[in-house]
C-alpha cells in the first residue's frame, strides 16, 4: 500500500459565542474560511435570498464580527 500524506486540516477559528442563529453562523464561517465574499457570491454559494444575508451582514457588522471592504464583506484579523 502506498503511504498516505496526512493532510492538515486548514485552521478555522471558532465561532463568536453570541451567534446564535444558524444562519449568521453560516455567513461567518464561509467569510472565515474564504477570506471574504460579495452579497452575490455570498447567496449563490450559501444558496440564501439577498435580504437574508443583507440582514445576517448587517447584524454581524453591527456586533463587530464582519467589516464592508470594498464590494466584498471580510471577518477582521
Not at 32 to 58: C, H, P, Q, Y
Not at 66 to 74: D, H, I, L, M
Amino acid at each position: 500500500m502506498a503511504s498516505q500524506k496526512h493532510r492538515s486540516a486548514p485552521r478555522i477559528d471558532p465561532v463568536p459565542d453570541d451567534l446564535e442563529s444558524a444562519q449568521a453562523k453560516l455567513v461567518y464561517l464561509y467569510l472565515d474560511v474564504a477570506e471574504g465574499a460579495t452579497i452575490d457570491e455570498l447567496g449563490e454559494i450559501l444558496v440564501m435570498k439577498k435580504i437574508d444575508i443583507l440582514s445576517v451582514l448587517n447584524s454581524l457588522s453591527s456586533a463587530g464580527h464582519v467589516e464592508q471592504a470594498g464590494s466584498e464583506y471580510v471577518v477582521p484579523n
